[in-house]
């Protein structure tokens, strides 16, 4: 049953899940006049976000591993090779799926980084003092670093 545009705004708030099912039934109908066009512009607005935040966190993450690989040898692990790995298999599909999501690459990076830093002080010995403020990388070096097999540690799990 289509329901009428102010019950489908108060489904919005009350039970996402229901709103998102009516909405769906009420297009379905072809009753457009029924639709809740601010609860929709919000979840497309959500959805967009949505992917601009999962491609700076596998953008961060890669940024992390790369920094560590770069600058503690030592400690290279088949962990981080492929953290490394995987995220760029992500983001190079996350940017395939949506094209237009490259636009926000630039504006992405010093944002990963910010957050990579955390993430680097709380795993290394360094403190914020001691990384770059300004990102350190191009993602075209990010996306294509490549990190060999034959430069992990040599600890006792990684042979």
């Known amino acids: 049953m289509v329901k009428a545009k102010e019950e489908l705004k108060q489904a ?11 909405t769906r039934e009420t297009i379905k109908s072809g009753k457009l ?61 996350l940017l395939e799926k949506n094209p237009s999501l490259k ?21 290394t010995n360094l403190e914020y003092e001691d990384l770059p403020e300004k990102c350190p990388y191009t993602f075209d070096y990010i996306i294509s670093f490549f990190p060999d097999k034959e430069d992990l540690a040599k600890w006792p799990y990684n042979t």
């Open 12 to 22: 919005y708030n009350k039970d996402f899940y229901k709103w998102l099912q009516e």
């Open 33 to 93: 006049e029924n639709l809740d066009t601010e609860g929709i512009l919000e979840v497309i607005e959500d959805m967009s976000r949505t992917l601009e935040r999962k491609l700076e966190s596998f953008i961060m993450r890669l940024m992390v591993h790369i920094y560590k690989w770069e600058n503690f040898p030592e400690k290279r692990s088949k962990s981080w090779r492929f953290s490394i790995i995987s995220s760029q298999k992500e983001i190079k599909s």
């Open 103 to 123: 636009g926000k690459v630039e504006d992405i990076m010093q944002e990963a980084w910010d957050k990579a830093t955390d993430w680097i002080v709380a795993e």
